[in-house]
């Protein structure tokens, strides 16, 4: 018997030992079996999808190697790749992203046991491997902890580091910690492998880490999850987190406004720099003839959060702005703790008198902080 089968025996066991089950006893196990399932799926499908992205980057390196017709794609192989695959979540990034995966954690081989598919790379992936020292064993996290702990987007964003040591480093964090990858990205980008180096008490320094959520680091809102499941973004975000709710009824106050505002799209999935980025909301105004995104953060205003609206104006200008449309705006929403603020990207736009026009169609700031004021306040009670 597995674990996770064991899991659900244990609280079977546990209701059919009942001489007298109370109605709550019920409702609690079924509750608990529910979650239990729940999770030991999602823990499945991520370490499905893990493995399925290791063995897609075997073959590549394979291809790479002794492929008959290599030399007619040459650097182009992973994008004549998409093309031809043609396949939502196998694109260029994955791709890149596998490859790099096959060739920094070969020890993933022995998952496979000894098949021949994967058993003849000892030799050849040696020599095209990133070209960085070599840790000992004893700073290699085992391969079955690796799959069992962390999803693979947690290991893209360990992967950018080019130090063995340093991968080890946050691979040990982050499965100490249960870190979401939101959680290890600002990690990394705030150097604390350098940080515990230098500090004369790393101990005390790594022990202060607290993460932003209890939620386990296995979640399948991870968009190489639910890509692998063929899913839509929108369709595994947990309807009683309140931003999603928000998000809901956002949707609806806008259309309900008029002024020429179209449904588009919801988390509309980017790449850039081959990272993925999901703008909340997409919408397409007749009137202006633009595309409008919207991001609502249910935090404080940052300013890396205007940043990051204006780099999605940008992208949407240079890859989905059709012939005749204008340029696309931005709308972006932050509330927390009662303060409510809005703001808008218009990148791009140097003529006055055409972001005077765009004003005269969008929600005034007004009207929009009422709208956050009012949702907040009851709570998203009427959903």
């Known amino acids: 018997m597995d674990t996770n089968t064991e899991q659900l025996s244990i609280i079977a066991e546990g209701w059919l030992h009942k001489d007298t089950p109370t109605f709550d006893e019920l409702s609690t196990s079924i509750l608990q079996t529910h979650q239990s399932a729940q999770a030991n799926a999602i823990k499945a499908v991520n370490q499905m999808a893990t493995l399925r992205n290791w063995l897609i980057g075997c073959y590549i390196v394979e291809y790479e190697q002794k ?217 397409y105004n007749r009137i202006l003839h633009c595309s409008i995104i919207v991001e609502l953060k249910n935090d404080e205003f940052k300013h890396e959060y205007l940043g990051q609206l204006n780099a999605y104006v940008s992208y949407y200008n240079e890859n989905e702005k059709h012939q005749g449309d204008n340029p696309p705006i931005g709308i972006l929403l932050c509330t927390r703790k009662g303060k409510k603020m809005v703001e808008y990207a218009l990148a791009g736009l140097d003529n006055h008198l055409f972001v005077s026009t765009y004003m005269l169609q969008l929600p005034d700031k007004a009207t929009l902080e009422k709208f956050l004021i009012d949702e907040t306040e009851k709570g998203i009670k009427h959903d």
């Not at 490859?99 to 998952?111: D, H, N, V």
């Not at 098949?115 to 000992?136: A, G, L």
């Not at 499941?229 to 106050?253: C, M, P, R, T, Y």
């Open 67 to 283: 492929g008959s017709d290599r030399a007619r794609y040459g650097e182009r192989l992973l994008k004549r790749l998409e093309e031809r695959v043609n396949t939502k979540g196998l694109n260029l990034t994955l791709f890149k992203n596998s490859r790099r995966f096959f060739l920094l954690y070969p020890e993933l081989r022995e998952m496979f046991g000894k098949s021949s598919t994967t058993s003849d790379f000892s030799t050849d992936v040696s020599k095209d491997r990133e070209k960085s020292p070599t840790p000992s064993d004893k700073f290699k996290t085992p391969a079955k902890t690796l799959l069992q702990k962390l999803s693979f987007s947690h290991i893209c964003e360990i992967m950018t580091q080019d130090d063995p040591l340093a991968r080890f480093f946050y691979e040990t964090e982050c499965i100490k910690g249960i870190w979401s990858v939101k959680e290890l990205r600002r990690q990394i980008s705030t150097n604390l492998y350098f940080r515990s180096g230098v500090s004369k008490d790393p101990q005390r320094l790594l022990s202060t880490i607290k993460s932003e959520t209890n939620t386990p680091a296995l979640t399948i809102r991870q968009p190489f999850t639910f890509e692998f499941l063929g899913l839509n973004a929108k369709d595994v975000i947990a309807e009683s987190d309140l931003e999603e709710a928000l998000i809901s009824h956002l949707q609806e106050f806008l259309l309900e406004l008029g002024k020429g505002f179209c449904f588009e799209a919801r988390q509309k999935r980017m790449i850039i720099d081959d990272e993925y980025y999901f703008a909340d909301l997409v919408f």
